[in-house]
């Protein structure tokens, strides 16, 4: 569901940027203030994990293909501020390392996937846990229903944008995003619960050292082994936009360095693919360590493993 440039004009693109930085700001401020907080360690292996999941496309009908948006599995596993945070920084590298979601858009994806996405989905699922205990099957389903709905509300909020900025009719667009993403939904639901209950088990819960290398050996081995066999269908908003011939690619007005999750100097596609991915899980992990370092200082000093 990453908006490529030139998608979206007019006035959209600033108010979409203003309203992310400030839905970035607060979650920064909140989680600098939380009493339970991750290890940094943990935040930059959830992160890492969330990005290497997002290169695994998967096919659905006709032709199509959705990825993991993971804000709340974020959420889930790195408590509400943290799993926003998590989201934009997976967003914003993704833009400008892989020129995944266009530069001048940037706002309007941070705002769907982090804000829209995990924020409104965290505070659902933060009801959930009040209602249920967290190994039972009551949460294990309110848990896929939530992320389910938050795949559905970032397509609506991105059907909206589409629909202000004059790209497409907002009624036109809005049935066929909703129609496409609740099916990439359901994905979206079984793979958080798989990996928030996996993550959740007693073995790793008690031991804070596996709490990290789990997730970042597992996205290790999505990066490397597993990209290069991900769906080259079209994802759903590309898609949609094929179909109703509303997107006309222009130049890019920023060029990233691993372009199209590739290394240019590399021929082979496979490995090109494994390498750009294991560069991004390395990068990811090392500007959420970094960023958690600071929201997790010593003033602060409670963290959770």
């Not at 940037?106 to 982090?114: F, Q, R, S, V, Y």
Request: aromatic letters at 8%; hydrophobic letters at 55%.
């Amino acid at each position: 569901m990453h908006i490529p440039n030139s998608m979206l004009h007019g006035g959209v693109c600033p108010v979409t940027a203003v309203l992310s930085a400030l839905g970035v700001l607060l979650a920064a401020f909140t989680a600098s203030r939380a009493k339970n907080k991750p290890t940094a360690a943990k935040f930059g292996a959830i992160t890492a994990l969330i990005f290497a999941g997002q290169m695994m496309n998967f096919p659905i009908s006709s032709g199509t293909s959705g990825h993991l948006l993971g804000g709340v599995m974020a959420v889930a596993l790195l408590g509400m501020p943290f799993g926003v945070l998590a989201m934009a920084l997976v967003v914003t590298i993704q833009c400008l390392v892989f020129s995944d979601g266009g530069f001048t858009v940037l706002g309007a994806n941070i705002l769907n996937m982090a804000i829209i996405g995990a924020g409104i989905g965290g505070l659902i699922n933060a009801y959930l846990v009040k209602k249920f205990s967290a190994k039972s099957s009551g949460y294990a389903i309110g848990l896929g229903v939530t992320a389910w709905v938050s795949v559905m509300l970032a397509a609506l909020a991105c059907s909206l944008e589409l629909g202000i900025s004059g790209a497409i009719a907002f009624p036109k667009v809005v049935g066929a995003m909703l129609g496409t993403h609740a099916i990439i939904g359901i994905g979206e639901g079984l793979i958080t619960v798989a990996v928030c209950f996996a993550l959740a088990s007693e073995p790793i819960k008690t031991s804070p050292r596996r709490s990290v290398t789990v997730p970042l050996v597992a996205s290790g081995i999505i990066a490397m082994m597993l990209s290069p066999f991900a769906s080259g269908f079209p994802d759903g908003l590309e898609w949609v936009a094929a179909k109703y011939q509303f997107f006309h690619e222009s130049a890019p007005s920023f060029v990233s360095p691993l372009t199209d999750y590739s290394v240019s100097w590399i021929g082979n596609e496979a490995v090109s693919t494994s390498l750009a991915g294991l560069a991004g899980v390395f990068l990811t992990f090392l500007i959420a360590w970094g960023a958690a370092r600071i929201l997790t200082s010593p003033r602060h000093p409670q963290t959770i493993a």
